[in-house]
């Protein structure tokens, strides 16, 4: 499967009983957030907390790349 393959099959995916995890660190409320759900088999999907249908799918490797892009407290991906 290509890459456009994979990210049109997790978009297409049918997320209605997806478990989705927040940060802990998003507040009281925990509207003013990040949610990400693994689709096993194709990789990551993000989501805002209030605008739950516009969603972006990242594959295993973008979605690692962007986690210990964070990590390592890279310019442009943290405040």
């Given at each position: 499967?290509?890459k456009e393959?994979?990210?049109?099959a997790?978009l297409?995916t ?12 998003s507040g009281?409320t925990?509207q003013?957030c990040l949610e990400v759900t693994?689709?096993?088999g ?11 249908s516009h969603?972006i799918?990242l594959?295993?490797a ?10 390592a407290n890279e ?5």
């Amino acid at each position: 499967m290509t890459k456009e393959e994979t990210l049109k099959a997790l978009l297409a995916t049918d997320l209605t009983g997806a478990e989705w995890t927040k940060s802990s660190f998003s507040g009281s409320t925990g509207q003013d957030c990040l949610e990400v759900t693994r689709v096993a088999g194709l990789g990551w999907v993000l989501r805002h907390s209030i605008l739950t249908s516009h969603m972006i799918p990242l594959t295993d490797a973008e979605y690692l790349a962007h986690c210990n892009g964070v990590k390592a407290n890279e310019p442009g991906l943290v405040p």
